[in-house]
């Protein structure tokens, strides 16, 4: 049996099956289908690379989200397409055998290994506030960044020090960027991410042998690379002037656009509207469930500005066609439908306009 076929047998699906997740995934990394037959022969080698994967200062969110993706599932990313080496919540041993295979693991793939970093990195009095193994977590990092052939930091915190940071950030908290300055490092922010923009960041790196295109803070662009306010299921909303004033109010109960509660998705790069998390629809993000969002992939809005000050609208994109001025949105709209149509880029700049006006002016409504 073909590596493919060993595989795919393990996943219990067909080869159509198969090839459908292979081009789901180069779209969701912005290639095209054509990359599908590549992503299908990496994810299905028998060359799978060696993962570290190290704890710092976190709550394991971003763990705890890896254990749930369907698109592969936990044991297929662990037994098909990489090597767990060593996973402090994952580790099957405990204490100096755990180590043992560690520092085994750096020596046997030294220059191979790909190096994952949860959690914030104390900097202060030399990092004693978070150790492993009797060493502070901060020289760990020092001294296998330089080691891996690519370093990834996974969640807010690894990316710019999360919630820790915030001030007065009392041990020095920051993120792996700052650590290893001389190192790329990319960043898979959000408290915590989706799974998938870790999954289709190693299966980028898996088929090509590089890391996917980077914007300036060191983010996937494929996962990151646009505003949460251009497709967010209640953008019609905000075209249209309707706002949401008070939790449980009128305008709250019908869906209304959560600007004027604090919402950061104008300010917030993310793909969260379209990547919903464990395919369980829209209750699964803060503005499905009727939250603002309060910016956690963003490395100076989460954890640093309060969650209901209003955001300063960036890049406003007008709708094709002026919205409707009154009524709430249609009860056989999806959510796949209202995000289309919020993300829908035209040459009506006066609703734009007028919904930047009504958010300064109105009361919603309510």
Request: charged share 15%; with cysteine.
């Amino acid at each position: 049996m073909s590596d493919r076929d060993a595989t795919i047998s393990r996943l219990g699906i067909n080869r159509r099956e198969f090839m459908k997740f292979c081009t789901a995934t180069a779209t969701a990394m912005g290639l095209s289908a054509s990359a599908a037959p590549r992503i299908a022969a990496a994810v299905t080698s028998s060359k799978r690379p060696p993962v570290i994967w190290l704890h710092g200062q976190e709550c394991t969110g971003c763990t705890e989200s890896l254990l749930r993706p369907s698109h592969p599932t936990l044991d297929n990313l662990i037994l098909d397409l990489i090597s767990l080496d060593y996973h402090e919540t994952l580790c099957a041993g405990a204490g100096h055998q755990a180590e043992h295979f560690l520092h085994e693991s750096v020596k046997q793939n030294k220059g191979k290994f790909i190096l994952v970093v949860e959690g914030a990195i104390p900097v202060k009095d030399g990092g004693v506030y978070c150790q492993i193994a009797g060493k502070p977590i901060l020289e760990t990092v020092k001294e296998l960044g330089p080691q891996a052939a690519a370093v990834i930091a996974i969640g807010s915190c690894a990316s710019w020090g999360g919630i820790q940071s915030a001030p007065p950030n009392p041990t020095g908290a920051v993120g792996v960027p700052e650590v290893l300055k001389d190192i790329p490092v990319i960043t898979i922010p959000g408290c915590p991410p989706h799974p998938q923009n870790f999954l289709s960041t190693v299966i980028h790196f898996l088929t090509f042998n590089k890391l996917p295109a980077l914007d300036e803070k060191g983010r996937p662009t494929f996962a990151y690379g646009r505003l949460i306010h251009e497709n967010c299921e209640r953008r019609p909303h905000f075209d249209a002037g309707r706002f949401a004033t008070s939790f449980g109010g009128e305008g709250h109960r019908k869906g209304y656009c959560l600007f004027k509660l604090g919402c950061k998705g104008p300010i917030t790069h993310a793909n969260c509207p379209s990547q919903l998390f464990c395919e369980v629809g829209s209750g699964a993000w803060p503005v499905g469930t009727g939250h603002p969002c309060f910016g956690c992939t963003e490395q100076a809005v989460g954890f640093k500005v309060p969650q209901f000050t209003q955001a300063h609208i960036l890049h406003p994109t007008p709708g094709a066609t002026p919205p409707p001025t009154g009524g709430e949105k249609p009860s056989g709209l999806t959510t796949g439908g209202a995000a289309v149509a919020g993300a829908a880029v035209g040459v009506a700049l006066g609703a734009s306009m007028m919904a930047g006006k009504k958010a300064a002016e109105s009361d919603d409504g309510e």
